[in-house]
């Protein structure tokens, strides 16, 4: 008998049975119970596009055997798509498993057949085709099944339509780990597992300690059998960590030493881990990694609510979720202020997660992706999976990937803004604009996006030399630009995104690339930006600077920012920084950095992205004061003490131990580095004490003293203490090289600052 439900999906997977592919949506019904709900009429396919029948024939009785697996097509169907503005008719191959479509897929194109949306990952298609997005509610109706699925209802569905119902508010656990380790012993242990739930917290362990809200374990074999035993009794719709894909593959590595059965997932499966992408993944939940979730575009979100993402760095990132054996364990007042740490950070890891979960449902709801993916997609992912859903739901043909010669081709273009720049130095009173308004603006009014730019509906109405956009139909860029504006929420991230798109339409390894819709998106910014300067100049204003984010110009007073926008355009978005300071990362006359202060005293940087992941916090905090100090209106004499101040500090070891640790990202596998930089040296070191690094892993170190070569002295941090570290180092290899743009734009040298006296000659005013 069909039953009906109300449920909302979390996670997906999909099933081989017989031949026969399965899609398996996880979720949550409306009354809080967890379901399955089984598709069994949603076949795996790809498209060709030809004339020839008799080939299509030749297709569609293909039957191959690869080691024992049958791959084969089960049906052909004509269908009509549209490609390059055009209907078209294309044949739809479905096969019975998704590996089949590659399989077969290159045994059409050796007959000389177009192949088309093969390479479009199976469930990826299957949520496009369907438009399931995640977090929201459906109506399915369907027969109730029994199946070894850890699920309170299985349906196997027949009707699955979107419904309306309250808001998914979802269960979330967040997990910290603490792991011990000896020097050469492999395979350190996890000695502390810390959750934090709505209605459960308390830390797992099986270490001899006197504290509140332990659940002592017997072992850490009992400590991971607990552990998962609470995760399947808990049904969190959510598992939340900092760093937790890296927690959930040692989590899996230990409970193979020990022979444990760590299903954790819903169908019984257990932690799936693919090494490549460094991305652990539960069946029936969601696992998000909030390293990998924080990102450009969610912070913006974060900051608005207040979110000081320097302390969750701090708290977070730059903690270390591995003690030494001796100096924790056996030192009682350090392993308490660590284990009460290790708690903080689990209440702060369930804090972050509910804050971004709004943030997550906006990003589903415009790519209708998989949210596991989702949270560890870069932004060109997020931006290629929005475009793809504005595709599919306008029947466009998906694009393809790039081959290498395509790739190779298209790093060749080069074509960029013309600059703007000043003189380094400090200024007050500046107006902003964003660039990103602008853009979307002219997108919109012109037309521009990859499908709309030279089509062939319109090329008679145009001349060779021109590049036109269509007249007769929206393009898929300006599609999802006007989606942005029916809701007034998330503004921040989708002003983020638009002013990423023609980066987007121009990364050589981009599905949708389009050299000719980058150039007109630049020509057309270019024109505007020279429009808007000579009005500027004709009101005795002049652009000072400019990017690809913001166009900035001095003014006089606020209201002179608002009047002069108001000429330029009613509608320009706009922003009055109480002071800017400008500064060039090279030497250089004219500047192509600078930090804005605005009035309500936040810092906005603009500029190349140069990063500062590879300097010890005290640099990053330094950097942040002196910039802060500058833009506030304090004297250069003022700044350049405050300079000295911390390299004395440095130098005479009053700076914690915490502070000085860089922590740098391997870029490739260890055996790979021909030479040793020092976080190579200690890498190495960490894999000798039993630590699992490879391609991606944040290393975590300390420069000590010695005469020795840098990478000689390189140490781990629970190796050091706070003499250890060797100032001269941090001084010059550290804090000058952040601070020497800077330095040049207050008109000093490095020996000014290195000097003991502040010179009485420099002691102006900014």
């Known amino acids: ?91 739809q191959v479905f096969v019975n498993r998704p590996k089949a479509i590659s399989v077969i897929s290159k045994a059409a194109t050796r007959k000389g057949l177009l192949v088309l949306e093969n390479d479009v990952p199976f469930l990826n298609k299957y949520l496009l085709d369907n438009n399931v997005s995640f977090f929201r509610p459906y109506l399915v109706e369907g027969i109730p099944i029994q199946k070894k699925i850890r699920t309170d209802i299985i349906v196997e569905k027949s009707v ?81 960590g900092y760093g937790s894909d890296e927690f959930l593959y040692t989590l899996k590595k230990r409970a193979v030493i020990y022979d444990v059965d760590l299903k954790l997932g819903a169908d019984f499966s257990e932690i799936k881990y693919t090494k490549v992408k460094k991305r652990a993944r539960i069946t029936g939940m969601l696992h998000i990694d909030l390293k990998k979730f924080i990102s450009p575009w969610t912070t913006t979100q974060l900051e608005s609510d207040d979110f000081d993402l320097d302390f969750i760095r701090q708290e977070l990132g730059m903690r270390n979720n591995e003690v030494d054996l001796q100096r924790y364990v056996h030192h009682a007042p350090k392993m308490k202020i660590r284990i009460k740490a290790l708690g903080e950070e689990s209440r702060l890891v369930y804090k972050l997660t509910k804050k971004l979960f709004p943030v997550l449902k906006f990003l ?33 043909i998906i694009p393809g990937l790039p081959d290498k010669s395509m790739i190779e081709e298209r790093a060749t273009f080069k074509k960029s803004l013309p600059g703007f720049s000043c003189a380094p130095g400090y200024y007050k ?16 009014e012109y037309n521009i996006s990859p499908d709309t730019v030279e089509c062939h509906c319109c090329k008679i109405e145009h001349s060779d030399k021109e590049i036109w956009s269509c007249s007769k139909k929206t393009g898929n860029i300006p599609l999802l630009i006007k989606s ?46 020279i429009d808007i300067n000579r009005v500027l100049e004709e009101n005795s204003f002049r652009i000072m600077y400019a990017d690809m ?67 010890a916090p005290i640099v990053r905090k330094t950097w942040k004061n002196v910039l802060k100090m500058i833009l506030q209106g304090e004297p250069k004499h003022f700044v350049l003490i405050q300079i000295k101040d911390i390299i004395k500090k440095i130098r005479n ?45 944040a290393i975590r170190y300390i420069i000590g003293k010695g005469a020795e070569k840098i990478s000689q002295r390189t140490m781990l941090p629970d190796d050091a203490e706070k003499d250890d570290y060797d100032p001269e180092y941090y001084i010059h290899n550290q804090l000058i090289r952040a601070l020497l743009p800077i330095i040049r734009a207050l008109g000093y040298t490095e020996d000014d600052v290195l000097q003991d006296r502040v010179q009485s000659k420099l002691d102006g005013f900014v």
Request: glycine share 4%; with cysteine.
């Open 1 to 91: 008998m069909a039953m009906t439900y109300v449920f909302y999906p979390i996670d997906i997977t999909f099933e081989l049975d017989n031949n026969a592919c399965n899609v398996l949506l996880f979720g949550r019904t409306s009354d809080k119970k967890s379901i399955t709900v089984i598709d069994t009429g949603y076949l795996p396919s790809f498209l060709i596009q030809t004339n020839n029948e008799q080939l299509i024939e030749e297709i569609s009785r293909i039957r191959l055997k690869i080691d024992d697996k049958g791959y084969f097509v089960i049906a052909v169907k004509k269908i009509k798509k549209i490609i390059n503005n055009l209907d078209t008719v294309f044949y």
């Open 484 to 529: 942005f504006d029916i809701s007034p929420e998330f503004s921040g991230i989708k002003r983020y995104f638009i002013s990423k798109i023609s980066n987007y339409l121009n990364f050589t390894y981009s599905r949708i690339y389009s050299k000719k819709a980058y150039e007109k998106i630049i020509d057309r910014l270019e024109k505007k930006i």
């Open 160 to 240: 699955m339509e979107p419904a309306i119902a309250p808001p998914f508010h979802p269960k979330i656990l967040a997990v910290r780990s603490l792991r011990l380790f000896r020097h050469e012993r492999k395979n350190n242990p996890i000695a502390m597992i810390n959750i934090f739930s709505k209605k459960k917290s308390g830390t797992l362990t099986y270490l001899d300690l006197e504290a509140n809200k332990f659940e002592r374990s017997s072992s850490e074999k009992n400590l991971i059998e607990m552990f998962r035993d609470m995760v399947i009794q808990e049904q969190p719709d959510i598992i939340a």
């Open 653 to 697: 070891h009053e700076i914690g131990l915490n502070d000085v640790i860089i922590e740098t990202q391997l870029m490739k596998e260890l055996d790979d580095y021909e030479v040793t930089p020092p976080h190579v040296a200690a890498a190495r070191q960490s894999q000798k004490q039993g630590n699992i690094i490879s391609k991606g892993t």
């Open 549 to 615: 984010s913001r166009i900035l110009f001095s003014v006089g007073s606020r209201q002179e920012c608002i009047d002069i926008c108001r000429i330029l355009d009613s509608d320009i978005i706009h922003s009055y920084y109480k002071s800017a300071f400008f500064f060039s990362q090279k030497k250089s006359d004219l500047s192509n950095h600078c930090m804005l202060l605005t009035e309500s005293g936040k810092m906005v940087e603009c500029g190349p992205d140069h990063s500062r992941r590879n300097y």
């Open 429 to 444: 009173e500046l107006c902003g604009i964003d660039i990103s308004d602008i853009k979307k603006k002219l997108i919109t």
């Open 364 to 396: 589903i709801d415009n790519t209708n992706s998989d949210p596991f993916n989702l949270t560890r997609n870069s932004y060109f992912e997020i931006i290629e999976a929005m475009l793809l859903k504005q595709i599919s739901e306008s029947n466009n």
